[in-house]
């Protein structure tokens, strides 16, 4: 069955993008490094492409989440492509890790509503504590944006220029490996349905939320009887290269919405949209000439072409 297409339902689309490990493993195990370079990576991705918005991150440690809006398909591709190949030679060069890194490309879920985006943010808050690994979500010794939404605090990470370094051999120089780093700032731009709001008062909601996150956890280990959380110095003590003993696997939904009216309005779009894709791919095979695909979509290559083709050969 073929990968489904990307799908832009309209302008300014926030979406949820999830990308996991090969095989579950636990290749992002947290560390004071690797949050350095992920957040290196992600500053740098970001400065190239200023038009994607990043709200939220979470770096688990077999798998990474992004809340982040758009205005087209490209621009998402292209600072996926970044982030993810990025990524995966910083943490594969730390952890000794040279195989396959990802399991599959990036998922990208549309988040149609206020009331769906809520619950996604309240997700994605949500790792670490709803794992029993900690008790609050400001605990998780991963990348998460906890502090930055209640106190302000900048997230910072560190970009390692390896073409530079490169060159440099080549020519023979002796700088150091300070001479190839640049640190970077990832900045979040509010959540949407907070982006009216003072500073002061998205601060106060974001620690509103994140209380409920831990009493909610809290009561919930009371009420079945666990017996408190594997704490930070464990999840730094896994090793990287294993895989955990049971992996949670669930069928991505097509999108995120709290309105059955606007996930079915959102279904009939994406199947028109296919459907014009369709066409114009088949017009394509049949004229080997570029022809009209739907906006903000992939057109595929015009594959091998001869001479002889023309003529049937």
Known sequence: MGRPLRFLPRPQTTFEVTTRCVQARLLLRPSARLNELVLGVLGRALSRWPEVKLH????????????????????????????????????????????????????????????ALMERARYLLSHGCKEDLVERPGDWPGVQCAEALTEGRKLTGVWYDRTGECRARGGRKKDGAESFTVRYEVPLAPLPFWSGLSEAEQRRRAAELLEEIEREHRERRERTGKKGVVGRQRVLEQNPHSIPGEVKRTRAPSCHSSEPGLREGYRQSYRAFVEAYRRAAAELREKRRLVDFPDHSFPPAPGYWTSGAAAGG
């Open 56 to 115: 939220l991150v979470v770096v688990a440690a077999n798998h990474m989440h992004l809340l982040v809006t758009v205005s087209d398909s490209g621009s998402l591709s292209a600072f996926m492509c970044f982030v993810n190949s990025n990524i995966a030679r910083e943490a594969g060069r730390l952890y000794g890790w040279r195989e396959k890194f990802w399991s599959h490309r990036y998922h990208a879920i549309a988040v149609l509503d206020e009331r």
